[in-house]
Nanobody
C-alpha cells in the first residue's frame, strides 16, 4: 500500500513557476514508478511527467518538455515536479500516482495509487 499527498499548488501568473511535491508513505514507494497527471476543468486526466523507481529515467508530455522537471528523493519518500513558464491553459488539478513497476507507465489506468490532487491556477 502507498498513500500519496500532493502539495505546492496555488494561484500564479502566466510565466511564473511552482514546485509540486508528492509525499508518500508505505514501504514500496522506492520500488514504485511515479507519474504526475493533470485534469483541466471538463477535460480528461492527462500525463504530464513520470519517473522510474530509481530515478534513472524520466518522461514528459511534449507540451511540457523543457519547462517541467520531475525528480525524486527516495530517502524522503518524495517526488517533485518543478514547473516553469506556466501558461493559463495549464490550470488544472495536478495528481501524483504510483505503481510498483520496473517500467514507467503513462496511462492513468496503469497506476494503482493516487493522491487527492492539488489545484494549480495560472492567470493571464
Amino acid at each position: 500500500q502507498v498513500q500519496l499527498v500532493e502539495s505546492g499548488g496555488g494561484l500564479v501568473q502566466a510565466g511564473d513557476s511552482l514546485r509540486l511535491a508528492c509525499a508518500a508513505s508505505g514501504r514500496t514507494f522506492s520500488a514504485s514508478a511515479v507519474g504526475w497527471f493533470r485534469q483541466p476543468p471538463g477535460k480528461a486526466r492527462e500525463f504530464v511527467a513520470g519517473i522510474t523507481r530509481s530515478g534513472g529515467m524520466t518522461k514528459y508530455a511534449d507540451s511540457v518538455k523543457g519547462r517541467f522537471a520531475i525528480s525524486r528523493d527516495n530517502a524522503k519518500n518524495t517526488v517533485y515536479l518543478q514547473m516553469n513558464s506556466l501558461e493559463p491553459e495549464e490550470t488544472a488539478v495536478y495528481y501524483c500516482a504510483a505503481e510498483r513497476s520496473f517500467v514507467l507507465p503513462v496511462l492513468p489506468v496503469q497506476y494503482s495509487y493516487w493522491g487527492q490532487g492539488t489545484q494549480v491556477t495560472v492567470s493571464s
